[in-house]
């Protein structure tokens, strides 16, 4: 995934980039999951963290992808 144009100027206008927010059209070349896929691969994710040790980063990948689906679906 590379940024677009309109991510480049975001990116470089601002020294704290880090705290924007970036929205799709920031990217080019990203791929783009339904709510429905997106739910499968949170729920694969929770069986292998079953499975394994839970670090921190996997838990905010995790919690993150979690309020993306419920802000699709409107919660």
Do not use: H, P
Request: hydrophobic letters at 35%.
């Amino acid at each position: 995934m590379k940024l677009s144009e309109k991510g480049k100027r975001k990116f470089l206008d601002n020294f704290y980039w880090f705290s924007e927010e970036f929205d799709q059209d920031d990217f080019e070349g990203c791929v783009i999951l339904t709510v429905e896929e997106a739910k499968g691969i949170y729920d694969d994710l929770i069986r292998l963290s079953e499975m394994s040790s839970l670090d921190i980063s996997r838990y905010y990948a995790w919690k993150r992808l979690n309020e993306r689906i419920e802000q699709a679906e409107g919660k």
